[in-house]
């Protein structure tokens, strides 16, 4: 399974910016999909995730209420919309997928699938 985000890019501070996520695997829909983000320096952090139905979402500390996460499976895509972003935002942003059908995860270390990263940088 190869996933592909987007969307990334140089935005202000308290601008908003959406990332996609997409995969070429016809179930991608199956796929319970994450997003992580590693800052310069600093570890990877769990963002957030989303199950495969789209009915059941959460969320990273760090983020919730700024960042939702939506799915449309019928175009194989995944977003995380960023609003009121600021410099501590700023990271490689990562979706990855975990194997059909598992609930979500906070655990980066239980997804099986890892896009390639789409580069976020929030200027103050």
């Known amino acids: 399974v190869q996933l592909q985000a987007s969307g990334g890019g140089l935005v202000q501070a308290g601008e908003s910016l959406r990332l996609s996520c997409t995969s070429s695997?016809?179930?991608?829909?199956?796929?319970?999909v994450g997003w992580f983000r590693r800052a310069p320096g600093k570890e990877r952090e769990f963002v957030g995730a989303i199950s495969v139905s789209g009915t059941s979402i959460r969320y990273g500390n760090s983020v919730n209420g700024r960042f939702t996460i939506s799915r449309d499976n019928a175009k194989k895509m995944v977003y995380l919309q960023m609003n009121s972003l600021g410099p501590e935002d700023t990271a490689v942003y990562y979706c990855a997928a975990r194997r059909e059908y598992l609930s979500t995860s906070a655990r980066e270390h239980e997804y099986d699938y890892w896009g390639q990263g789409t580069q976020v940088t929030v200027s103050s």
């Open positions: 695997t016809r179930t991608f829909s199956r796929f319970p």
